[in-house]
């Protein structure tokens, strides 16, 4: 699946990938160059809001202040890994700028 990080530091998330995440809320790691957004299990346990972006149920959530020195933004190819519940997003990448 294709996610866009954006130069003013939000992820883009499209609607089809957004039923993962029921709350409307995840937490978000680095591990090993990787963003890992993992969706929370219920409202009380915090995470950062996925806000509605579009009519078609996109999703952005800002993500800036966690990302470490050097990332570009860019489209980004990411992975939902089963086994431990995250979209796997690579960080370090030769990513396409978006053209809006």
Same mark, same amino acid.
């Given at each position: 699946m294709k996610l866009e990080l954006t130069p003013t530091g939000y992820l883009h998330i499209p609607a089809e990938e957004t039923v993962?995440?029921? !709350?409307?809320?995840? !937490?978000? $790691? !680095?591990?090993?160059?990787? $963003?890992?957004?993992?969706?929370?299990?219920? $409202?009380g346990a915090g995470g950062l809001l996925l806000k509605l972006r579009n009519s078609r149920g996109d999703r952005s959530m800002f993500v800036q202040e966690i990302l470490p020195e050097g990332v570009q933004p860019g489209i980004r190819d990411a992975v939902w890994d089963e086994q431990y519940g995250a979209l796997r997003i690579p960080l370090f990448c030769s990513c396409a700028m978006s053209e809006k």
């Open positions: 993962r995440f029921p !709350i409307g809320t995840a !937490i978000v $790691l !680095i591990r090993d160059e990787e $963003l890992w957004v993992m969706p929370v299990s219920h $409202l």
